[in-house]
């Protein structure tokens, strides 16, 4: 069975300051991984995905994220953070293509100035 | 990518009663996904809705609960029966591109 564990449910930096957000999984298949963000009263976002090409993954606003296949890990970086990018991040696993996703719990990114 | 609408955004509802929530999509897609966000919480997958086959239930989720309708390609609808406060939730309709899922806004659903 597929899984995914965020490390840290909660995570805060200052602005302009590098984040990283962590991000394991485990999976009988060769994954599929996203990384989605949910601002506060908004839909879910793609920020990139891995999808068994590239190992480092670059997404939008400045997001990227490396596949790691021997620590099973997919961790998302930035090297600057906004105050913009404070949100909920959510680490997902796919079943295979168009199939079920498996939502990591979250891991809410808070900004200070 | 997918333009995905859902209708209502949020609704507050009283108990016993029910709600039809509306999907919509800007392209013709095979399969689209119902999820709940309950308060705090990550996403759970409902159901799976494939047009002109019945949904397929997650464990833990059932048609009685949760009928779903998929006339089309391109639109879909998650009914929450008989709610009662638990169902208080963001319910949110997903559609698969190739490997990739893209979701709608959310309907957000308070019940008294």
Redesign the interface.
Known sequence: AQSVTQLDSHVSVSEGTPVLLRCNYSSSYSP?L?W?VQHPN?????LL?Y?SAATLVKGINGFEAEFKKSETSFHLTKPSAHMSDAAEY?CVV?EG?????I????TELSVKP | ?AVISQKPSRDICQRGTSLTIQCQVDSQV??M?WYRQQPG?????IA?ANQGSEATYESGFVIDKFPISRPNLTFSTLTVSNMSPEDSSIY?C?V?L?????????TRLLVL
Do not use: V
């Open positions: 599929s996203f989605y908004k839909g879910l976002q793609l995905k999808t959510f796919s293509k168009g199939g079920k996703l939502f990591g719990q979250g | 990518s095979t399969m996904f919480q990550s996403l759970t997958l799976t949110l997903s698969a190739g490997e990739t899922q893209y979701f709608g806004p959310g």
